[in-house]
């Protein structure tokens, strides 16, 4: 047995030819499967919003409505971005679910997988 109380894979394709490996059957329902592992596409949006604002005068004077201004176009730009990352995620978990598929295929193919 390998480490951890695991038999090795060797052990296990040879145990699995001889039929004498019991397994539990992986239900596949995504179809598409990769070999390649793509790198990561999706970052940490950028974050463009400085200092939160101080408290504003009754009535808020020219100078604190033109940094309310600033700071809602700032949320408006990193809301942007982080939708944008949003999709990069998405993009990576489908590439991750790929490949897991295709190591489901691969372990059935061997004959360690039913």
Do not use: C
């Not at 329902?29 to 005068?57: K, N, W």
């Not at 949320?75 to 991750?96: C, S």
């Amino acid at each position: 047995m390998a480490s951890g109380g695991y038999a090795s894979a060797a052990h296990r394709k040879a145990m699995a030819a001889a039929g004498a490996m019991p397994g539990t059957a992986i239900t596949q329902t995504y179809s598409t499967a990769s070999s390649t592992v793509a790198a990561m596409t999706a970052g940490a949006p950028a974050v463009t919003v400085g200092a939160a604002l101080g408290a504003f005068t009754d009535p808020p004077s020219a100078g604190e409505m033109a940094a309310l201004r600033t700071f809602v176009n700032a949320l408006k730009t990193d809301n942007a971005a982080t939708l944008a990352e949003l999709a990069k995620l998405v993009t990576d978990v489908t590439d991750a679910k790929k490949n897991l598929n295709q190591a489901i295929d691969d372990l059935q193919a061997y004959g360690i997988e039913s």
